[in-house]
C-alpha cells in the first residue's frame, strides 16, 4: 500500500513537506517532480544514464504509449505476466523494481484530440493516429499492468475551453469522471480481493479534481468524500486554482499537479499553495531548445551577480556563440555528469553539429538541476523561510524561460498544441523523431552554405587560392 | 609549387610516439595479436575503432564508450575543421578535451572527405583544390593544412593527406600518379609535422588494385619509417577478392613491428578474413550508422528491431551479448529486449542509443575473441566457428578463397 505522510501540522494552501512510500519503491520526498516518459523513457535518457547520472525513480507514463495495436493483435505489455509485485510494465520498459511507476491514460502533455470523449470512452492519441479507448479497456490495463498509482481519468475539458464550459458540459465532465472514479475503485477492490492478503502492494488510485470552480464540481466532490473517500490514495489536479478546491477531508492525501508550469516562478506558487508533486514538461522543452537550466533555490543573494535592477536569466542559452571556446561548465558549481566531464564549448559544438549527444548532456543537467531545485524547495520549507526564498526568486531571476534562439531537434507530433476539437486530424507522423531528425544527423554533412572561403580558411581547412 | 616535383632527398626521421609490443603469431594464418601502446593508454590488437565523426559517437557518451571497453575511436578532421574550427581546438587544447575522452584518437587526414563530398574538388601537386560550398571561391587543402588542423586536434594518430581516387579507376596512369604522389606528399607531411613526440603520423599505401603499384607504394613508404602504417584506398566498392588480394601483397611487406590499419573496413566478415590477412586496426561507421536505423550486429548477421517480428520477442539482442544493453539487470546491465527496442527505435533517440552501444560492443568485442584465439594459437578454428555461423549454407566464395590463400579451409 501507499502510504503518505506529512510532516508536522498542514495548513491550508501552504507549502508542506510530506514522504511518499510505496512497499519496495524509493521513498519520495515531496514536493517533487516525477520522471516524464515517451514511450517508456525520458527523453535521450537511456536507462543507465538515468541510473548513474540522474536521481529520477519516480516515472509518469501514458497508457496510449503502448497500445498502438488494435484486436485482434495485442499489445505487447500484455503479454508480460505480474509477478513478484513487478508492473509488467516495468520490465517491459526495463525499469528497476524499485521504480515507482505512475498510469495514466494519457501521456503529458496530452495531444489534442480531434474527437471528444463519450461516456464510455477516452480521445487518445497512439503512434498510428487518434482512436478511442473504452473506459473498460484502461481499468482492465490497469489491473493487468499494476502500476504503484493509476490516475483515474478525467472526462477532461482543454484549459482554453474551460472558462466558458456550459453548464452542461461541466455537469457531464463530474458525471462521467465520478461514474470512471467509480468503476476504477471497483476494480481495485477486485484486485485486492483476489491477492487477498498476500502483502503485495495492491493498486493505488488517484482521483481527480475537476478543473473547474469549486460550485461547478460541488456534486462530483461531496461523492469524492461521501462515497470514495478511504478509497482512494491520492489526487490529481489539473489547474492551480484546484488546489484552492479540495475537500478539507481529504487534505492529506498526495496531491500529483498535471498542471503544466511554465517556469519556476509558476512551479513555486503551486507549491506555495501545497502541491505535492509534479510532472514537468518544461524541463524536457528547455533541453530540446539547447537552454540548460541554470536557476537554484533559494537564489543566491542579491548584489551578487546585480544589485536586483537587472534579473538573471532561468537558463543558459547554449546555442550562444559565446560558449564556443568557454570550458567553463553549464552551470557554474553543478555537480551533474555533464557538468563535471564536460564543458559549454563541447555543448556548443554538439549542437551546432546536431549531435544527439548535445540533448542526452543537457537532459541530464536539467534533471540534475530541477532535483537540486526541489531539495532547496524543501530544505527551505523545513526552515519556515519558503515564502521569504519564493520572493527572492522572483526578484533575482527572470519571470520567463528564455526565448529560444534555435530549433532543437525537430517538433515532434505528440508536441503539436492542436488549437481544439473542430481542427482536421493532424496525423502524428511527426512522432517519428528519429526520421525527422535523420538529415541533421546525416554521418558526413556537406558544409552548410553558409560557411564562406573565409570561414574554412579560419578554420584550418586550407586556404583560398590565389593562383 | 611546380605541377610536378623533381625527385627529392628524403624527410627527417621520424620520431614515435607509441610502442607496438607483438605478444602472438597464428602459425597457420598471418593473423597477430599485439599491444599498441599510444599516448592515451594500452590499445590490444587486432582492433576496430568507432567513428565520432564530430567528436561524439551517436548520442552516446564517451563514458558510454569506454563502457563498451573502446580504448580507440576516430574522429573526422574535415568535419572538426569545420566545426568547431582550428582556432577554437586550439583555445580548446585539442579534440581530447573538446570531447571529454580520455582515450585514444585516430583522425584522417580530411582529404577523403572532401574529394567525395565536395563536387569539383580536384587534386593537383600542391593539394586538393576545390570550390568553397558557400561562394564557389577557389580553395586549397595542402599536406601542410592537414597536418597542422590534425596538429590542434592532437590526435595520437595522424594520417597523411594522400592523393585519393578511386581504386576501381581504370587509368592506370593516374593511378601511378596518385601513388607518387601520396609518397611526395607524405614527405611534406613528416616536414610539417609539429608534434611527433605526441602524434603518431601514418603514412598510406596507395596503388589501387594495381599490386606492382603497392608493392613500389610499400616499398617508399617503408623507407620514410612513420609509426604505423595505413591500407588506403579500398573501402570504395571495389571487389572482395581484390581487396583481399590487395590486403594479403601489403601485408607481406610490411614490417611486422608496426601497426597496420585498413582503412573503412568494418564488416564482420571483412575484419575476420583481413586479420587472418595480417591486418591489425579497422574503422568504419557502419555499426554505428546501421544502428540508428534500427539494425543490431549479432553473430548470424543483423537484426532490424523495427520488423514486426520483434514486437513480442523478450529476448534480449544477442543472448551471448555482455554490452551494457544486453547485459541482465542482476550482472549490473539494463537487460533491454528486443520487444522493447522495437517499441522505441526510430521513435526515442533512446533506441538509437541503446542499439549504437550493443553494436560497438560487438565489434569490439569480436575483436578481443579473435585476439584471444591468436593468443591461444586457435585463430583458424575461430574464423571456421564464425564464417559457419554467419554462412550457414556456406562461405562466400572471395572469403574462401582470401582464407584459402593463408591455409584456412572454411565449407
Ligand atoms: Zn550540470
Ligand atoms: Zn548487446
Known amino acids: 500500500m501507499l502510504t503518505f505522510t506529512l510532516a508536522g501540522a498542514s495548513q491550508r494552501l501552504a507549502p508542506r513537506l510530506g514522504t511518499l512510500i510505496a512497499k519496495g519503491r524509493t521513498p519520495i520526498q515531496t514536493p517533487h517532480y516525477i520522471g516524464n516518459t515517451s514511450r517508456g523513457v525520458i527523453p535521450h535518457i537511456t536507462h543507465d544514464n538515468q541510473r548513474k547520472h540522474t536521481a529520477i525513480r519516480s516515472l509518469y507514463m501514458g497508457l496510449e504509449d503502448f497500445i498502438e495495436k488494435l484486436p485482434p493483435r495485442k499489445p505487447p505489455i500484455y503479454d508480460i505476466p505480474y509477478e513478484n509485485d513487478i508492473s509488467p510494465l516495468k520490465v517491459f520498459a526495463s525499469h528497476p523494481p524499485s521504480t515507482l511507476l505512475i498510469l495514466s491514460p494519457r501521456r503529458f502533455p496530452p495531444v489534442e484530440t480531434p474527437t471528444a470523449n463519450t461516456n464510455t470512452t477516452l480521445s487518445i492519441c497512439t503512434s498510428v493516429g487518434f482512436r478511442s479507448l473504452p473506459i473498460s479497456q484502461y481499468i482492465d490495463a490497469t489491473a493487468k499492468l499494476h502500476p504503484d498509482i493509476v490516475i483515474s481519468p478525467c472526462d477532461f475539458v482543454p484549459p482554453a475551453a474551460k472558462q466558458n464550459a456550459s453548464v452542461k458540459r461541466v455537469e457531464k465532465m463530474s458525471d462521467r469522471t465520478a461514474v470512471w472514479l467509480r468503476d476504477m475503485l471497483a476494480m481495485k477492490k477486485e484486485v485486492r480481493e483476489e491477492q487477498g492478503s498476500g502483502g503485495n502492494n495492491g493498486i493505488s488510485v488517484f482521483a481527480p479534481i475537476l478543473p473547474v470552480e469549486g460550485e461547478r464540481q460541488r456534486y462530483y466532490l461531496d461523492q469524492l468524500v461521501e462515497d470514495f473517500k478511504g478509497e482512494v490514495s491520492g489526487l490529481v489536479l489539473y489547474d492551480c486554482g484546484s488546489l484552492g478546491e479540495i475537500p478539507e477531508s481529504l487534505e492529506e492525501l498526495p496531491r500529483l499537479m498535471l498542471s503544466d508550469p511554465a517556469n519556476p516562478r509558476e512551479l513555486l506558487q503551486q507549491i506555495s499553495l501545497g502541491a505535492d508533486m509534479f510532472v514537468l514538461p518544461f524541463v524536457s522543452l528547455a533541453t530540446d531548445a539547447g537552454i540548460a537550466l541554470g536557476f537554484v533555490f533559494p537564489p543566491p543573494l542579491l548584489g551578487k551577480d546585480g544589485n536586483g535592477s537587472t534579473r538573471v536569466p532561468l537558463g543558459l542559452d547554449t546555442w550562444n556563440e559565446e560558449n564556443a571556446t568557454d570550458v567553463g561548465s553549464l552551470q557554474e558549481g553543478c555537480q551533474c555528469y555533464a557538468c563535471v566531464k564536460h564543458h559549454k564549448a563541447y555543448l556548443h559544438h554538439l549542437l551546432s553539429a546536431k549531435e544527439m549527444l548535445a540533448w542526452v548532456l543537457i537532459q541530464i543537467h536539467n534533471h540534475y538541476v530541477m532535483d537540486q531545485f526541489f531539495a532547496g524547495v524543501r530544505s527551505s520549507i523545513a526552515n519556515g523561510t519558503f515564502e521569504e526564498d519564493r520572493q527572492a526568486f522572483e526578484r533575482y531571476y527572470e519571470a520567463e524561460m528564455s526565448e529560444k534562439t534555435n530549433q532543437g531537434p525537430r517538433v515532434r507530433g505528440y508536441q503539436f498544441k492542436s488549437k481544439g476539437g473542430g481542427e482536421p486530424k493532424k496525423n502524428p507522423k511527426g512522432y517519428n523523431k528519429l526520421d525527422d531528425m535523420a538529415e541533421s544527423l546525416a554521418e558526413a554533412p556537406v558544409p552548410s552554405p553558409s560557411v564562406d572561403a573565409g570561414d574554412l580558411e579560419e578554420h584550418g581547412l586550407g586556404q583560398v587560392s590565389k593562383s | ?411
Not at chain 2, 585516430?106 to 561562394?135: C, I, N, W, Y
Not at chain 2, 564557389?136 to 599536406?143: K, S, Y
Not at chain 2, 617503408?222 to 601485408?251: Q, W
Open chain 2, 1 to 411: 609549387m611546380a605541377a610536378e616535383q623533381p625527385p627529392h632527398q628524403m624527410p627527417r626521421p621520424m620520431l614515435s610516439a607509441l610502442r607496438f609490443d607483438l605478444l602472438a603469431k597464428c602459425s597457420t594464418t598471418k593473423a597477430r595479436a599485439a599491444i599498441l601502446h599510444l599516448p592515451h593508454g594500452p590499445v590490444p590488437l587486432p582492433i576496430f575503432m568507432p567513428v565520432a565523426t564530430q567528436a561524439s559517437l551517436k548520442g552516446i557518451t564517451p563514458e558510454q564508450l569506454a563502457d563498451q571497453n573502446c580504448k580507440l575511436c576516430l574522429n573526422n578532421t574535415y568535419h572538426l575543421g569545420l566545426k568547431p574550427g582550428q582556432a577554437v581546438l586550439d583555445k580548446i587544447g585539442g579534440a581530447h578535451k573538446l570531447q571529454g575522452w580520455e582515450g585514444n584518437i585516430l583522425t584522417d587526414s580530411g582529404g577523403f572527405q572532401m574529394v567525395s563530398l565536395l563536387k569539383l574538388a580536384k587534386v593537383t601537386e600542391e593539394g586538393v583544390r576545390f570550390l568553397s560550398p558557400h561562394d564557389g571561391t577557389p580553395m586549397l587543402l595542402t599536406p601542410e593544412h592537414s597536418i597542422s588542423l590534425q596538429n590542434s586536434i592532437g590526435s595520437d594518430i595522424i594520417m597523411q593527406l594522400d592523393d585519393v581516387i578511386a581504386t576501381t579507376s581504370p587509368d592506370d596512369e593516374r593511378m601511378t600518379e596518385a601513388m607518387r604522389r601520396s609518397v611526395r606528399w607524405l614527405d611534406r607531411c613528416i616536414e610539417a609535422h609539429k608534434k611527433p613526440e605526441s602524434q603518431n603520423l601514418f603514412c598510406i599505401i596507395q596503388g589501387g588494385l594495381n599490386l606492382k603499384l603497392r608493392r613500389e607504394c610499400c616499398g617508399e613508404m617503408v623507407k620514410r619509417d612513420t609509426p604505423g602504417i595505413a591500407i588506403g584506398g579500398l573501402s570504395g566498392g571495389e571487389e572482395k577478392d581484390a581487396y583481399c588480394k590487395v590486403v594479403n601483397e601489403c601485408t607481406g611487406l610490411l614490417p611486422e613491428r608496426k601497426p597496420r590499419y585498413v582503412m573503412g573496413v568494418g564488416y564482420p566478415e571483412d575484419l575476420v578474413v583481413s586479420i587472418a590477412l595480417g591486418a591489425d586496426m579497422f574503422d568504419c561507421v557502419w555499426p554505428t550508422r546501421t544502428a540508428r536505423f534500427g539494425n543490431a550486429i549479432v553473430p548470424s548477421g543483423t537484426l532490424n528491431l523495427r520488423n514486426a517480428v520483434y514486437a513480442n520477442d523478450f529476448t534480449s539482442i544477442d543472448k551471448d551479448c555482455k554490452c551494457t544493453t544486453c547485459r541482465s539487470q542482476s550482472e549490473g546491465g539494463l537487460g533491454i529486449t528486443r520487444a522493447y527496442l522495437h517499441h522505441i527505435v526510430a521513435k526515442e533517440t533512446v533506441g538509437a542509443h541503446l542499439l549504437t552501444m550493443h553494436n560497438v560492443f560487438y565489434q569490439l568485442d569480436l575483436m578481443r575473441r579473435a585476439r584471444e584465439a591468436i593468443l591461444e594459437d586457435r585463430y583458424p578454428d575461430f574464423v571456421k566457428e564464425f564464417f559457419e555461423r554467419l554462412y550457414p549454407g556456406g562461405a562466400p566464395e572471395w572469403a574462401k578463397e582470401a582464407l584459402g590463400s593463408v591455409g584456412v579451409v572454411v565449407p
